[in-house]
């Protein structure tokens, strides 16, 4: 059950909750209704891969200041940094352009698919700006190792 969906502040969008769906033949997955209010203003949608196993959906904008946030962390992006250079062209070339279709799904590319290890039952979560697509069981499992709010709010009760 969703807790809060979309929030946008000055321009910012966040995500919240988590919602079970289903991947159809096709590869389209429905976004949840309160993501779709404010996504069909950004234009398309970028899908890469995430970690452990995650599908990650970005606006446009929002996959930008992503790619930029790591090459921060870096110093800045070099063109001339043989190593950055491999990780830029990697960054993008396993990211897809989407749009969300008149039935609010988004389509999920073969490959991504694979790499994600999608089946029908699949997790959407909204995490800051960006949305998580999740293979159900991976999810599931993974959720398990992610402490409680109580264990990261008050370790020291916990």
């Not at 919240?16 to 404010?38: C, I, M, N, T, W």
């Not at 990780?87 to 279709?101: N, P, V």
């Not at 398990?144 to 370790?155: T, V």
Request: glycine content about 6%.
């Amino acid at each position: 059950m969703p807790l809060l969906a979309d929030i946008r502040e000055e321009g910012v969008m966040r995500f919240y909750g988590e919602y079970q769906h289903s991947l159809d033949s096709k590869g389209r997955v429905a976004l949840p209704a309160r993501f779709r209010k404010v996504l069909p203003e950004f234009g398309d949608l970028i899908i890469t891969e995430g970690a452990h196993g995650a599908l990650y959906v970005f606006t446009e904008e929002g996959f930008e200041e992503w790619v930029d946030k790591h090459f921060d962390e870096l110093g800045g992006y070099k063109e001339s940094d043989l190593d950055q250079e491999i990780k830029m062209r990697k960054l993008y070339a396993k990211s897809s352009a989407t749009t969300i279709d008149s039935a609010g799904r988004i389509n999920i590319p073969e490959s991504k698919i694979k790499a994600a290890k999608l089946d029908r039952d699949v997790v959407i979560i909204g995490v800051r700006n960006r949305i998580e697509v999740w293979n159900a069981r991976i999810w599931e499992e993974h959720s398990k190792a992610i402490p409680s709010n109580d264990e990261l709010l008050f370790p020291s009760k916990a």
